[in-house]
């Protein structure tokens, strides 16, 4: 059974950082790439970051260098986007999903409609 679950959502002050979570089971970090999107209210999906543990290449949106930090822990299972400096555009629900590595070996090559398992989703509010 394969699952992804998002934590460490919550509400920040413009500038404060949070550290999101995404623990996964039924399935090895090696074989699936996880991404990180984001949804707000009104907008369209967009993909935040991403990384293949195979090769350990990463992909981050351009208003988001800089200031997020994507990264995996193998033995936990667990894949982790440090947020910095954050912005109230950066207010959204957090998703993290992963895809099967079949093709292309870096993970920004697969869009969101081919990823195949996604968890339920944490918000993220960067308010004064």
């Known amino acids: 059974q394969v699952q992804l679950v998002e934590s460490g959502g919550g509400l920040v002050q413009p500038g404060g950082s949070l550290r999101l979570s995404c623990e996964t089971s039924g399935f090895t970090l090696d074989d699936y790439a996880i991404g990180w999107f984001r949804q707000a209210p009104g907008k369209e999906r967009e993909e935040v970051s991403c990384i293949w543990s195979g090769n350990n290449i990463t992909y981050y949106k351009d208003s988001v260098k800089g200031r997020f930090a994507i990264s995996r822990d193998n033995t936990k299972n667990t894949v982790y986007l440090q947020m910095n400096g954050l912005k109230p555009e950066d207010t959204a629900v957090y998703s993290c999903?992963?895809?099967?590595?079949?093709?292309?070996?870096?993970?920004?090559?697969?869009?969101?409609?081919?990823?195949?398992?996604w968890g339920q989703g944490t918000q993220v509010t960067v308010s004064s």
């Open positions: 999903a992963a895809v099967l590595v079949w093709g292309p070996r870096r993970c920004s090559a697969y869009v969101a409609d081919e990823y195949e398992y």
